[in-house]
Nanobody
Framework: QVQLVESGGGLVQSGGSLRLSCAAS????????MSWYRQAPGKERELVAV????????NYADSVKGRFTISRDNAKNTVYLQMNSLKPEDTAVYFC???????????WGQGTQVTVSS
């Protein structure tokens, strides 16, 4: 059974930091690209950051470059999102995603709320 369980969300003041974690199980973690998405109220879900399988490369949305860092620990089947210099516009539900295109697999976590107060 595939599971992606996010944690680490919460309320933080503008300029603060949070670290999100996503613990994965039920699939071969190192074979999957792992991503973080977010969805703010009334907006579409957007890609925040992606780490390719085995962590070979990373990419970020322009809005978070230089502030957020995605990393993964394949031994712990966990992906992280370190978020620094948070802004009120970063307020959203953050979702963990696992994708393996060749197999047609695309898994989602339940999301964790991040709220940044001004």
């Amino acid at each position: 059974q595939v599971q992606l369980v996010e944690s680490g969300g919460g309320l933080v003041q503008s300029g603060g930091s949070l670290r999100l974690s996503c613990a994965a199980s039920g699939f071969t973690f190192s074979n999957y690209a792992m991503s973080w998405y977010r969805q703010a109220p009334g907006k579409e879900r957007e890609l925040v950051a992606v780490s390719t399988n085995a962590g070979g490369s990373t990419n970020y949305a322009d809005s978070v470059k230089g502030r957020f860092t995605i990393s993964r620990d394949n031994a712990k089947n966990t992906v992280y999102l370190q978020m620094n210099s948070l802004k009120p516009e970063d307020t959203a539900v953050y979702f963990c995603n696992a994708r393996r295109r060749i197999a047609g697999h695309n898994y989602w976590g339940q999301g964790t709320q991040v709220t940044v107060s001004s």
